[in-house]
């Protein structure tokens, strides 16, 4: 579903607001999806082409699996979080930020307090989907769930121009809607030509309870 027209009051002049969105790139030899897995340790990497706007990335880490549709899609039957750009939701799921630098540094999944997880909310002003008439002080916004906990993995502070981008550097337990635990750190939110969006989420599933 399309969210509500949302005037905003900007101040800023032309070609000021440049640094925020990064034209997509020809795509190269890049793995989408799960890239890598290590079947020992549980871990991997999932690298997700997030450039476009009007699309979630649906991400089933049981199957190893990542289903791309649009933001007004139904999205599929089987998945554990979502990504569109740098916004995250879960399925039915809760979210924990731990201050672990990676994996192995995290603490018992038992001694994480209840009230530490956050489930998603329902938004209809920050999933951002049409910035064709931003200069005109519009933006199209999508209504549905986000997760304002996951979603802190990455601070974009638009006080400054250009917007100065800076990772969390936190590892967010996912507690799945099945009872489950998964670990995920964002790694990077750039490619190699330091285009603006391609993620690449670090992940161990299952995190042992």
Known sequence: MWGVMITLLLSACNGILEDI?????????QIYGFASMDDKTHTGRIYIDATDYTEWHYIDLHDKRVTTAAVDATSPENWDFAIHRYDAKTNGGAIAEIDAKDFGSMPAVGSIPEESFVTDEWTTNKIMVDM?????GIIRYAEDWYNPCLSRWLHVDTSTMPPVYTLSGKTYLLRLSDGAYAALRLANFMNDAAVKGFMTIDYQYPVQP
Do not use: I, L, R, V
């Not at 990064?22 to 190269?28: E, L, R, S, T, V």
């Not at 064709?132 to 005109?136: E, L, V």
């Open 132 to 136: 064709s008439q931003m200069m005109d």
């Open 21 to 29: 969105y990064d034209a997509p790139q020809p795509k190269g030899t």
